[in-house]
């Protein structure tokens, strides 16, 4: 509220498991929510296993806007960094900007790096599910989306989510903010 301060953020401890994580579109990742800070963040799944910064980049674009061809990426005015944290414990990396919040979040298969995630979307996908699987579990708009990808296709694009196949499996799934997805 207005002429408030934070003072303090009440510390929780930290989740450890993903087990009971649930991935929902427009919204988040159990209670990491996209535009969330750095600390908060870190508040709710503790401090990340590893951690790499970034400073943003945009398309350079001329005095009308336009975009300059050949097309070269120049620092963000005004400059902001990406951060990617990395929670291998939890099968879960997340892009967080200076400037707007969290606004990825990344949810990955096993790998000698980190366990996998073992949480599940709020339609109830998991890593490990079959493509016959994910589908069964889509909402009627999202089926007729996907169904029109063919076999080869190694990822499913849906409003906010996005799900890695690799033979014939969903090894990642992807949140973003609706409708920002790249």
Known sequence: ???????????????????????????????????????????????????????????????????KLPMKLVPANPPYNFVLMHYRSLGVRIDISSLDG???????????????????TSEGIQIGMSKKEVLSLLEPEQKSAAEKWQPADARWLLNGMDIEFKNDRCVGISLGIANNLH
């Open 1 to 67: 509220p207005a002429n408030y301060e934070v003072v303090r953020i009440e510390s929780r401890d930290p989740i450890i498991a993903s087990e009971n994580l649930v991935a929902t579109r427009g919204e988040g990742l159990g209670p990491v929510r996209f535009g969330m800070s750095l600390n908060e963040v870190v508040n709710y799944l503790g401090e990340p296993d590893a951690v790499e910064s970034k400073p943003a980049l945009e398309a350079d674009v001329d005095d009308k806007g336009q975009l």
């Open 102 to 120: 969290v606004q990825w979040i990344r949810c990955d298969e096993k790998t000698p790096f980190h366990k996998q995630f073992a949480g599940q």
